[in-house]
């Protein structure tokens, strides 16, 4: 039996993804990151398709956050997320590669 080089298990997982991932839109099923992952993902397109963490304009009903894991501060009318943030930090590279490919590929980069 041959094993697979590090390289071809690498474009494997790569295709695998790929069609996974067309599968899923194709299905209808374009927001896949839900439950508690939707609030650790939602730093991510406040910050880099928002421009700001104030998440004011449509994070949660784009990621379908629960409201009661957002708080609103009543002096600022800032809204909080009550997931920390390391998890988004975790998460960034594979956002930056998904964000970064869909503009050189002209899709819409919305996270």
Do not use: C
Not at 4 to 11: D, E, I, K, T
Not at 88 to 103: E, G, Q
């Amino acid at each position: 039996m041959s094993r697979l080089s590090p390289g071809s298990a690498l474009r494997l997982i790569f295709v695998i993804a790929i069609i996974a991932s067309a599968t899923m839109y194709a299905a209808g099923l374009r927001h896949v990151i839900r439950s508690d992952g939707a609030g650790y993902y939602a730093y991510l397109p406040a910050v880099f398709i928002q421009g700001n963490l104030s998440m004011q304009r449509g994070v949660a009903p784009d990621y379908e956050i629960a409201p009661e894991w957002l708080r609103v501060d009543p002096a600022s009318r800032q809204i909080f997320d009550k997931f920390p943030v390391g998890t988004a930090l975790f998460m960034l590279p594979f956002f930056l590669v998904a964000h970064a490919s869909a503009h050189v590929l002209s899709l819409q980069a919305d996270g």
